[in-house]
């Protein structure tokens, strides 16, 4: 058994800015969650039985209380953010489980549910659909990995270590150190991604690391300088490590069966009525072109 676990937040983004701009009679777009659920069945006619997909129902979350800088919602397009709840109106009439997420992100989701379903003895591989380097620490040998759906791009356990350099639980640590622009967190002053994961390699985990950069042994650009930045921002490496650190605690099914597929609800059909006579104007294909540009 195969379980398909799907970043709806990131696929919403993903057609946004790749598909035709599609609007109903009354001006409402619809193309990206027209073109994620034409995705989504195409899933499922390649053989996908079991599938779940997360979405960020609100973009804040619980960690936007922990670092002000966090991400939001702020600058989202906003013919983008008017079809998050459409998305999950389709997937739902689609009859594909759907997590909408609220105090925490699409991404915990994802990490709960591969966690969950890595239990259950009867899986055989999950796969995690999203590149983002935030998942990278789910990933656990061949029966845990990432796909990139728009490479086709399968990423295992040491394809995290190939990409990298540090095994997938010290992506949390590798994020503390670099930080990450997307989730809005800067990482620590002189820590670059060469010289995070080859202190990373070695000692695994920030508590890990030896306050005396004489012991590391490791190839690093001016380890001194690196030990004093860890020593004197050593708070905010632990926060950052936190808020890149995925919850698998949230409780989302209890078998993996309520995973399976078994066909469109009613509300499907009008519902792809509705987004099949969306039409294009040449005002909006000519958006759509400056969206990808």
């Not at 997360?54 to 989202?76: C, L, Q």
């Not at 990139?148 to 992506?171: H, L």
Request: proline share 5%; glycine share 8%.
């Amino acid at each position: 058994m195969e379980i398909y676990l799907v970043d709806g937040t990131y696929e919403l983004f993903r057609h946004f800015y790749a598909v035709p701009s599609a609007r109903e009679s009354d001006g409402r777009e619809v193309g990206a969650v027209r073109g994620v659920l034409t995705s989504v069945l195409g899933m499922i006619n390649n053989g996908a039985q079991h599938i779940g997909v997360a979405t960020d129902h609100v973009v804040e979350s619980f960690r936007n209380r922990m670092w002000p800088g966090y991400k939001t919602g702020a600058g989202i397009d906003p013919d983008l953010f008017a079809q998050f709840p459409l998305l999950e109106e389709g997937l739902t009439a689609l009859g594909v489980t759907t997590w909408p997420m609220v105090e925490y992100e699409a991404d915990d989701a994802l990490a709960a549910a591969a966690a969950a379903a890595a239990r259950d003895p009867r899986v055989t591989r999950i796969l995690i659909c999203t590149p983002d380097k935030d998942l990278a620490q789910c990933v656990v040998g061949t029966r845990v990995v990432q796909l990139d759906r728009r490479t086709r791009t399968i990423r295992d356990e040491a394809g995290i270590v190939a990409k990298f350099g540090v095994r997938p639980k010290s992506i949390p640590d590798y994020l503390a150190l670099v930080g990450d622009n997307a989730d809005g967190f800067p990482g620590l002053q002189g820590w670059g991604a060469k010289s995070a994961a080859a202190v990373l390699a070695k000692f695994g985990h920030l508590e890990s690391i030896p306050a005396d950069w004489h012991t590391w042994g490791v190839n690093a650009t001016r380890p001194g300088a690196l030990a004093q930045t860890l020593e004197r921002e050593r708070e905010n490496a632990f926060l950052f490590r936190d808020l890149a650190t995925l919850r698998t605690d949230i409780h989302l099914f209890e078998s993996v069966d309520a995973l399976r597929w078994r066909g469109p609800t009613p509300a499907f059909a009008p519902l792809a009525a509705r987004f099949d006579a969306a039409k294009t104007t040449e005002a909006d294909a000519a958006r759509t072109k400056g969206r990808k540009a």
